[in-house]
């Protein structure tokens, strides 16, 4: 995958999602049924939010197995990856005499530095079973979960809105997808009405745009090398500011 192709997928992914979600809320701004749609346009937003994560992860994963490096010259998330394949190969052999793979297994993490990062992973396959996962039930946690597989920098401004993204996207998203009323004893006092639902939309669209400038960066500026661990430090703390405070200027605007 060449540099242009990264990022034209990257992009153009994101940019669909978000016109769905526009032209939804569009509907919801203007129809006599809104709380119908406001209920559709949480489950696409949640839609959304697992759907680009998990998309943008798989093919920034596979973009950097595609640049054959060695272990040695990438971030340590990526030793991990590759140990983790080598140490299931070893766990499967459950032999209790034979140490045949015991013995691979640490010839193979004696030299693992040498080999060449290598990852079978389909980003147009939702189905695969792969690395990334969500489990249907992408909550913060379990995006700091893929953040730190890939490497990125889970910050700050998300981890202090864990309690507002379970509450009031996930709890709600699960809620309408059973059929259920949104609960009326929500943290956030969450109201089914145009103002809130507009909140929560640019809340995640914000998270999404951090998601999508960072693997861009990470990308262009090659972050998945160990030798760029300072600009990796230094671009983290600059985008961690911006997402504070484009956040806070969404949770302080009336809507």
């Not at 459950?94 to 530095?113: H, M, P, T």
């Amino acid at each position: 995958m060449r540099e242009e192709q990264f990022e034209s997928y990257l992009q153009d992914d994101l940019s669909w999602r978000k016109k769905e979600i526009s032209d939804l809320l569009l509907l919801a701004q203007v129809s006599e049924q809104q709380e119908i749609l406001l209920k559709s346009l949480i489950l696409v937003l949640y839609s959304h939010w697992e759907g680009y994560v998990k998309k943008g992860s798989k093919l920034y994963l596979k973009y950097v197995s595609e640049k054959k490096v060695k272990i040695k010259d990438l971030t340590v998330n990526f030793k991990g990856i590759q140990l983790k394949s080598l140490s299931k190969a070893c766990i499967e052999g459950q032999e209790s005499i034979s140490l045949a793979k015991e013995i691979d297994f640490i010839n193979r993490y004696s030299s693992v530095e040498n080999i060449k990062f290598k990852l079978s992973i389909n980003p147009d396959d939702d189905r695969e079973v792969c690395i990334v996962e969500t489990g249907h039930n992408l909550s913060p946690k379990v995006m700091k979960n893929i953040f730190n597989l890939i490497g990125l920098k889970y910050c700050q401004p998300i981890e202090s809105r864990e309690q507002y993204l379970n509450s009031n996207l996930l709890n709600n998203r699960n809620a309408i997808g059973h059929g259920s009323k949104i609960p009326e004893d929500s943290y956030h006092d969450f109201d089914l009405n145009l103002s809130e639902v507009l909140k929560l939309k640019e809340i995640i669209i914000a998270i999404l745009d951090y998601f999508q400038e960072s693997l861009l960066y990470y990308q262009e500026n090659k972050l998945y090398l160990e030798g760029n661990l300072e600009l990796k430090n230094t671009y983290n703390h600059q985008r961690t500011l911006t997402l504070q405070r484009k956040l806070d200027d969404i949770e302080t605007r009336d809507n």
